[in-house]
């Protein structure tokens, strides 16, 4: 399943409207389309509606979302903000989800698991740090980009 370019003004209003249960949907379609894209294991929705699992499930999501589809590290603090202040996740991960479905080669290079400081080899082809003075793959030596 191709990951959905979604209007966040809708998410929310069908979320109001229906008391809670499309923002339940939306998080299921939007596992999904993570797990198919990034070939994640976020576990099954259904553990949205077990008290304590829930927690876990909200950790798993926020882990695949922080490093696949954002490209970053910092899987504890977004998992604090997305717990404490859970209204405002469908925006961001919408709007990270909306800019991956408009930029097909931003999808890729995530999909890589390249990061915003990195860069590929010239010689392997393997994603390495920007301030790599060598590949710590194939030990070629090159000139940094900084």
Known sequence: MPIK?????LVYIYGILTL???????????KNEINDEFKTEIPTGWLLIIPIANIYWLYRYTEAFVTKVKGED???LWFIIFWLAGIIMPWIVQSELNKLADDPNLLQTRKQGRRKNDRICPNCGRV????????PYCNKKFESYL
């Open 20 to 30: 809670g249960i499309y923002f339940i949907y939306w998080e299921i379609s939007t």
């Open 128 to 135: 390495i740090p920007l301030e790599a003075n060598f590949c």
């Open 5 to 9: 370019n979604r209007n966040i003004a």
């Open 74 to 76: 910092d899987t504890a």
